[in-house]
């Protein structure tokens, strides 16, 4: 019987807050542990950024899961990138020319809290903290854990273990030292790094800066973006070299460096950082990376899901968003193929490959795009040409972005492959001088599709080519 059967759980954290909350809701009993304290409980520095960009997949996953109504209160529309340029001078980049369509700021702690919180609801979820896992027998899915304060180890039988445990995930580490099947995994990482710093709240508890909006200082191989917070500060995260070129956190070394480099390329964002100094000694510089695995789950008794599976960079705010999404497709899966799990799970990462691999070289596609295309004339051209496609044709044109964040109906996959495409047309277009002051709007559009399909067309004969 599915209520007979036991799921156990690794990390407590967004992804497997919300799996072991909709596990529950689907009669498994689950139990679900974390590493960590209890953040309702004890203030974690994780070392992780503390506010996300939240949009439609990731409402998928808590909508799922009943949620939507109760995760609004906690997020900041933003509607747009505001470019910061390196002359002081602000441009609003709309994300779709449809009003309804934003993405929004969420506090990592305060959504974790509250998937926690329904998780305690549920009298089928056992939660338990300061679990280290250290490790797992994955053909009969028993996984050993020490308590971090006595240093007891126990171990504890499931019929499936599922690990969604983060980039340093212990059942990742337990199936690469299996060595009894193929399995491939690789990190990649950025040459930049990361720090985050903040903006305070004005003294009445508003904002320093246009409150609904991701600003972005885009400056060729840095930048930094600030995100709303819903006591009036910004989250400002800082994306600069580990140790190449004149700038890079390894040369920003002295107050006196810090200082100097935020005068010449940040001096708006500096005079609304009264607390820069400290926060750049005190906060840690952190990785950014993209980690690929496969196979995700072994003999139908263990399964990696969330940054286990797919680590991704955030520069497409879609971290969060595709591993609650991954929790939507599994429940798909279970619903075609309940009681046998290795069915379950081969269906699952058959479709789930490859639309995480597709977001995931889209991230660092958009990092190159965040960090120094925003601030182009012929960007900036096309974007305002997206927007007004969107805004006059809305069931006709999506940009790339919007194919990715708000087309929740579309794979990853298929978003990637039209989106840039569409993109390369329009690029081309506008360089080669084919829109013209006697063209209709529409007119351009007709352009636009034309070009796309056929670069799309071409696309379509060379991937025949390269199968025959």
């Not at 926690?116 to 009969?140: A, H, Y």
């Not at 995100?227 to 400002?236: E, I």
């Amino acid at each position: 019987m599915k209520n007979q059967e036991h799921i156990l759980i690794i990390g407590a954290g967004l992804c497997g807050s919300l799996l072991a909350l909709r596990m529950a809701q689907r009669g498994y009993r689950v139990t679900l542990m974390e590493k960590r304290p209890d953040l309702r409980k004890e203030v974690i520095d994780s070392g992780r950024s503390i506010n996300l960009a939240f949009s439609d997949r990731g409402m998928k996953g808590l909508r799922l899961a009943g949620l939507e109504e109760k995760v609004l209160p906690l997020c900041i529309p933003m509607r747009g990138r505001m470019i910061h340029s390196a002359d002081g001078q602000l441009f609003m980049s709309p994300y779709s020319g449809r009003s309804h369509e934003y993405i929004n700021s969420i506090s990592r702690e305060d959504l974790n809290v509250m998937l926690l919180d329904e998780c305690e609801k549920m009298p089928e979820i056992t939660m338990l903290f300061n679990q280290r896992c250290t490790g797992v027998t994955l053909e009969t899915a028993e996984a050993t854990f020490e308590d971090y304060h006595t240093k007891e180890i126990k171990s504890y039988q499931a019929d499936v273990v599922m690990g969604a445990d983060g980039v340093g995930s212990a059942l990742r580490k337990s199936m690469l030292d299996h060595r009894k099947f193929l399995f491939s995994y690789g990190q990649d990482f950025l040459t930049h790094g990361y720090k985050e710093l903040s903006f305070p709240p004005l003294g009445n508890g508003g904002y320093q800066v246009e409150k609904n909006a991701l600003h972005i200082w885009p400056r060729g191989k840095d930048m930094m973006i600030a995100l709303p917070n819903l006591d009036g500060s910004f989250t400002v995260t800082l994306f600069l070299s580990w140790e190449e070129g004149k700038d890079s956190f390894e040369s920003l070394n002295s107050d006196a460096a810090v200082t100097d480099y935020f005068e010449r390329e940040f001096p708006d964002a500096l005079a609304l950082m009264p607390d820069l100094l400290e926060e750049f000694k005190a906060n840690p510089t952190s990785p950014l990376g993209t980690i690929k695995c496969s196979p995700w789950h072994a003999y139908g008794k263990v399964l990696l899901l969330g940054d286990a599976a797919h680590g991704i960079v955030p520069f497409y705010g879609q971290g969060m968003n595709s591993a609650f999404e991954d929790i939507f497709v599994l429940d798909r899966y279970i619903d075609k193929h309940e009681g046998d799990w290795k069915a379950i799970f081969k269906a699952y990462q058959d479709e789930r490959k490859e639309d995480t691999d597709a977001i995931a070289d889209l991230a660092v596609d958009n990092f190159h795009e965040m960090k120094a295309h925003t601030a182009r004339p012929i960007f900036q051209e096309k974007r305002k040409l997206e927007i007004a496609f969107e805004e006059q044709f809305p069931k006709e044109y999506f940009s790339k972005y919007s194919l990715v964040t708000f087309r929740e109906d579309l794979r990853y996959s298929e978003a990637m492959r039209r989106g840039r495409v569409q993109d390369k047309a329009i690029l081309n277009l506008i360089h080669d001088g084919k829109f013209t002051d006697a063209m209709s709007l529409h007119d351009k559009l007709d352009l636009v599709k034309q070009e796309t399909r056929k670069m799309l067309h071409d696309d379509e004969v060379v991937e025949g080519l390269e199968e025959d």
